[in-house]
């Protein structure tokens, strides 16, 4: 079954800032643990909020506004798809990520919907950009 575990948080370390390196070395040690498992399939982080367009499409009009949909405390700042046996491992893997002590992770199973051509995770591990 496959999960997509939604990261949230208010403060990320960026490169130059002095807890950068340790984020990133619990966030790799995370990606290792759910490779090793089998589990991995594909994660990836969010550029900051400000960075966001909304777009809604009303009465045949495109409207875009600047930022999220809602504002709220904790920004959505990254994802990771994982494949496991069942919600259990998800939410053991889910508890060893660096955002669980920070911020919160939201572990969602994924659902198939019959005919739709979207492409699926058919792999277990997927190659991202080092």
């Avoid at 950068?20 to 070395?25: D, M, N, P, R, Y």
């Avoid at 966001?52 to 930022?67: E, S």
């Avoid at 494949?83 to 939410?91: K, W």
Wanted: proline share 8%; net charge negative; hydrophobic share 40%.
């Amino acid at each position: 079954m496959r999960y997509m575990l939604l990261f949230y948080g208010c403060d990320r370390p960026e490169p130059g800032d002095p807890r950068f390196e340790g984020a990133l070395t619990r966030a790799n040690a995370f990606t290792d643990e759910c490779r090793k498992r089998g589990a991995f399939v594909a994660a990836g982080p969010l550029k900051p909020v400000h960075t966001a367009t909304t777009v809604r499409v009303r009465d045949g009009r495109t409207l875009m506004t600047d930022g999220p949909f809602a504002e709220t405390y904790e920004q959505l700042g990254g994802f990771c798809i994982l494949d496991c046996p069942g919600l259990d491992e998800a939410l053991e893997l889910a508890a060893l990520c660096p955002m669980a002590y920070d911020g919160s992770v939201e572990v969602r199973p994924m659902d198939d919907i019959p005919g739709w051509n979207a492409p699926q995770f058919a792999a277990r591990s997927v190659a991202v950009s080092e």
